[in-house]
């Protein structure tokens, strides 16, 4: 599409995004606490802020990739030129001949492709602020505090980078809240994972035991588009949801190196394992999370302690099953991409964690999956 066509169609959807969060706030019911009134200017989480950021973009080039069941338009901006990698077959039949690089050639002289999933989960928008600072940095070398970040913007110039500020518009649209920052965690979950009929909260984990949620549902969660699909837990051999093809199919094309999946809860920040990864990916893995933690620890972030680690056991096998094939083992198993998912806090009150902290978590993140993919890196030669 092109840049000033966009712009004004962005300007135009902008209004009608106003007119829905004014709708999003009626939401709110009696007893909730109310919205918080002193949101720092740089803390951007709304649809709104959204395209704000996207009608700006001078240097990445953005794409609408899917619309959701809600008519809300589901983006991509993209940095950097696509590598030409020269398939000749798709992923799993190239595992199969022994050798990836017949899906994809990743030499030396090709560059790392790093892929950022936004929240499919519409209630955990400290995603969709660490992306838009991110789009920020991207253009400008500076988040939107006016902080500079010289090494994430050189990277910039180093990779091929995807990025999707949010998988799931409807679910970010019914969320009465611009952010859950001091509010209970009660709330949260309230609009979250939706309640049923009779008003009691359907909670994590029953919330997945519906699929489809439709039904027995009051106030349909933030976890789900407006079809009641979770995009997380899709069926993705023959996915319902155009959010969900279009998630996989940016990671058909472009071959990842390494994508990561924000979400949030009332947690110190961490990454969860693929749990239907290869035994050599979760290594890779761990070695990232703790990584990771170290560098939250260095700087003073709230962290998971000196001695945490993923735990990869010799053998992982658990019966009965209790870890999903979600949408990081799907991307994997399609592009072989170094799949993960990134907990941030919410800032709730339980886990304390302020508009300031949540920020520097997310950069902190994005930096260290760049340094990551540079220092190691898989080639396909």
């Known amino acids: 599409m092109q840049q000033p066509v966009f712009k004004l169609l962005a300007v135009a959807l902008m209004l009608f995004i106003h007119c829905e969060v004014a709708i999003a706030q009626l939401l709110l019911q009696p007893g909730d606490p109310p919205k918080q009134p002193d949101i720092p200017v740089f803390y951007r989480g709304t649809l709104m802020d959204i395209e704000q950021a996207i009608a700006k973009l001078q240097r990445g080039e953005v794409a609408q990739i899917a619309t959701s069941p809600g008519g809300l338009p589901v983006y991509a901006v993209y940095y950097g030129e696509k590598e030409g990698f020269k398939g000749q077959a798709n992923y799993n039949s190239a595992v199969a001949a022994q050798n990836p690089a017949f899906y994809a050639r990743k030499g030396a002289d090709t560059k790392p492709v790093v892929y950022f999933i936004g929240p499919v989960h519409g209630q955990e928008a400290e995603g969709i602020v660490g992306l838009v600072n991110l789009l920020e940095i991207a253009e400008t070398g500076k988040d939107l505090r006016g902080k500079a970040w010289p090494e994430l913007g050189e990277?910039?110039?180093?990779?091929?980078?995807?990025?999707?500020?949010?998988?799931?518009p409807d679910g970010r649209r019914r969320v009465p809240y611009d952010t859950f920052v001091g509010l209970p965690e009660e709330t949260m979950t309230k609009y979250g994972q939706g309640t049923k009929k009779d008003g009691t909260l359907w909670r994590w984990p029953h919330a997945k035991a519906l699929h489809p949620m439709q039904g027995d549902v009051g106030i349909l969660g933030a976890y789900f588009n407006d079809d009641g699909i979770n995009i997380m837990h899709d069926e993705f051999f023959a996915p319902?949801?155009?959010?969900?093809?279009?998630?996989?199919?940016i990671a058909l094309e472009e071959v990842p190196d390494i994508t990561v999946s924000l979400h949030s809860c009332s947690c110190t920040p961490f990454v969860i394992q693929n749990a239907h990864a290869p035994h050599f990916m979760k290594r890779r893995i761990d070695d990232f999370a703790r990584q990771l933690n170290n560098r939250l620890i260095s700087?003073?972030?709230p962290n998971r302690g000196s001695?945490?680690?993923l735990k990869v056991a010799p053998e992982d096998e658990q019966f009965p099953p209790r870890s999903s094939f979600n949408l990081v083992s799907a991307l994997h198993h399609a592009s072989g991409t170094m799949a993960f998912t990134f907990e941030s806090p919410h800032g709730t009150i339980e886990d304390g964690t302020s508009y300031e902290q949540i920020l520097d978590i997310q950069l902190t993140l994005y930096e260290e999956i760049f340094r990551y993919v540079m220092a190691e890196r898989l080639l396909w030669e």
């Open 155 to 168: 990277f910039f110039h180093k990779s091929r980078v995807i990025i999707l500020p949010t998988g799931n």
């Open 240 to 249: 319902m949801a155009d959010e969900t093809k279009a998630i996989m199919k």
């Open 299 to 301: 700087l003073g972030l």
């Open 307 to 309: 001695n945490w680690s």
